[in-house]
């Protein structure tokens, strides 16, 4: 299945408010069987902005496609010297109270799954095990010609043996991870071939345009069916590949929860929408629950 790259969705009149009653949470959350699907908003405190936020970065840049990866050496090029560069304060990241909590409801059985629309890693930086990368993960990178698998730190000394002395200055960092440049600062920055076959080297993530892969679609749909509820956490739902399993959970009658400060495609199909933030809101649902995010009772 393909992911539509839509990068704006409006909100609409007719949408249901939202609220800061955490009740509906807690209960789901008290009974297990809770599928947590999380986007770029629960990653925000651990300074990685989202992309429709009220700071969001799309106000300032447009995600690379799949298409204009592929079919452009000069895209690709920029695409590389951006991600090297966002790739050293993104990789310094750490978790938040808002991952922290999520695993601590994994470790003590509340949850059934977790998807996570984020390519960051830091759920599990977090502790939380089985997490499913619906866009993959920027710490891999994958050949489009051999398919070979390698880490990425090891394309990172590559890339700086092959543009000594590339430091420019830049001030934002993007939910894809890659950094803020212009063309001129990109300049003849050098991409580094597939150690194995020579070919195109691409992060193993799903870019805007690209489909996700199909076995995996239908392994979170199956984490859909066997779930109790569906928790979202801090995602607009603008994008498919996410609000699809919302549409499924409510479609099999399963309540669907979201904790997002901004309106979402998905409210529509959602029991509430917690208006709060995530960290917080988070951790005082760990605490009423009495559970510590360290793993032991509150």
Known sequence: MRMRPTLSWTPTEDLPHGTTDLRPVTDALSTGGVLVLSGAGISTESGIPDYRGEHGSLSRHTPMTYQEFTGSDRARRRYWARSHLGWRTFGRARPNDGHRAVAAFGRHGLLSGLITQNVDGLHQAAGSEGVVELHGGLDRVVCLSCHDVSERRELARRLEEANPGFEPPSAMINPDGDADLTDE???DFHVVPCTVCGG???PDVVFFGESVPPARVEGCRRLVREATSLLVLGSSLTVM?????????AQEGKPVL???RDPTRGDPHALTRVALPLGTTLTTAAARLEIA???TAA
């Open 258 to 260: 979201i904790i997002n």
């Open 185 to 187: 600062q990109v300049g």
């Open 200 to 202: 195109i080297l691409k």
């Open 293 to 295: 995010l360290d793993g």
């Open 241 to 249: 590949s996410g609000l699809r399993f919302v549409r499924q959970a």
